[in-house]
């Protein structure tokens, strides 16, 4: 862990080596559960509950972008919903029972939600992460054309820290840039910079100019939203995240 409101934590990993990577392993392929669409109330039920895993990560971030992505594909989308099948009194009681015992399940996110003021501390998960942006930020002003190198900028703003990032921890893979941009950024300069971000517009026109959308294409679409959303407060330019977001890319494309 590397924010001090997190040491008291147990967050599931999946089989990742950080819990916010295993949170956008699921935001990136939660969307393709729900393009099969089928009418039975269970079995649509049990693609929810898919969010109890994701509760189980105590990824914040992951949380609220999974939210407001589920909210705009309900709006968008129209999925099957509730109001099309017959609520039996049986099937009513069903529900009741299946929501009260998923609430002792819930609480993990109660928990989780009273540690935001502590985030914003120096040393809490927002503390840390503008500190590493400040040393990304400053590696990046330096090297603004080609950047340090592919997977060096840890070595190189830990040897010289502008910030106190330090001051109570050595330097580990921990305390990578946590945003993938400046990462991009410092690591091959405003060239390898430029080339990533018209990478990821060209995948959006490309997109948005189709008149058949594809419900898979859909689905890669809103899976690579929120990669992208989570790639702003994580590295992930040197994970297997950095691979999933061309492989929804491409998907987006053929």
């Known amino acids: ?33 729900f393009i099969f669409k089928c009418k039975n109330l269970f079995i ?22 999974f939210f407001i992505l589920t909210i705009i594909w309900l709006i968008k989308e129209k999925p099957i919903g509730f109001s099309r099948y017959k609520l039996s009194k049986k099937n009513i009681f069903l529900l009741l029972f299946f929501f009260t015992l998923m ?22 998960s927002f503390g840390v992460r503008t500190k590493l942006f400040q040393e990304g930020w400053n590696l990046f002003l330096q090297f603004p054309l080609t950047g340090v190198g592919l997977n060096r900028s840890l070595e190189i703003y830990a040897s010289d820290p502008l910030t106190d990032i330090f001051k109570y921890t050595r330097p580990s893979s921990f305390y990578k840039i946590h945003n993938t941009f400046l990462e991009i950024a410092t690591e091959t300069g405003i060239i390898g910079f430029l080339l990533f971000i018209l990478t990821i517009i060209s995948v959006y026109v490309h997109f948005f100019k189709l008149k058949n959308k594809p419900e898979y294409k859909k689905a890669a679409l809103y899976g690579l939203t929120g ?28």
Do not use: C
């Open 227 to 254: 990669l992208i959303l989570m790639s702003m407060l994580n590295p992930f330019f040197h994970t297997m995240q950095i691979q999933i977001l061309f492989l929804l890319s491409a998907i987006i494309l053929v």
């Open 44 to 65: 649509n039920i049990l693609k929810i509950l898919v969010f109890i895993i994701l509760i189980f990560s105590y990824s914040r971030t992951a949380w609220f972008i």
């Open 1 to 33: 862990t590397t924010a001090s409101e997190e040491e008291d934590l147990f967050r599931i990993t999946g089989t990742f080596w950080h819990p916010n990577i295993f949170a956008t392993f699921l935001l990136s392929t939660i969307p393709f559960l």
């Open 103 to 124: 609430l002792p399940l819930l609480t993990p996110f109660f928990t989780r939600l009273e540690t935001i003021p502590l985030a914003f501390t120096e040393w809490g």
